[in-house]
């Protein structure tokens, strides 16, 4: 049973930053894929990005643009850090893990789902 816990969400103003971890328990994930997702009030759970050894894919370009995710291979961790944060970055936002085969495909459906972590970005 993989379990996935989130951190670092919080409350902050416009044009901050915000650092976000997830740590992995229950199987070494190092051979596997590791990323984030965010659901905003009101409309779909929106990727964000992930990576794997070798590969990494990102989501929007407005979401490249400003947020940057990195591994941790030796400790089962993912983080992204949230940049220049804006009012509709507000969202929860979920670590996620796991694919067949430990393959980083273009519509990664993840076997595993952390929790969440809110984020409120206020104008």
Not at 78 to 93: E, G, I, K, N, Q
């Amino acid at each position: 049973q993989v379990r996935l816990m989130e951190s670092g969400g919080g409350f902050v103003q416009a044009g901050a930053s915000l650092r976000l971890s997830c740590s992995a328990s229950g199987r070494n994930l190092d051979n596997d894929v590791m990323g984030w997702f965010r659901q905003a009030p009101g409309k779909e759970r929106e990727f964000v990005g992930a990576m794997v050894k070798g590969r990494s894919s990102s989501g929007t370009d407005d979401v490249k643009r400003r947020f940057v995710i990195s591994r941790n291979y030796n400790d089962n961790s993912v983080h992204v850090f949230l940049s220049t944060l804006r009012p509709d970055d507000t969202a929860v936002y979920y670590c996620a893990a796991g694919a067949p085969r430990g393959v980083l495909s273009d519509n990664w459906k993840p076997l595993y789902w952390g929790q969440g972590t809110q984020v409120t970005v206020s104008s």
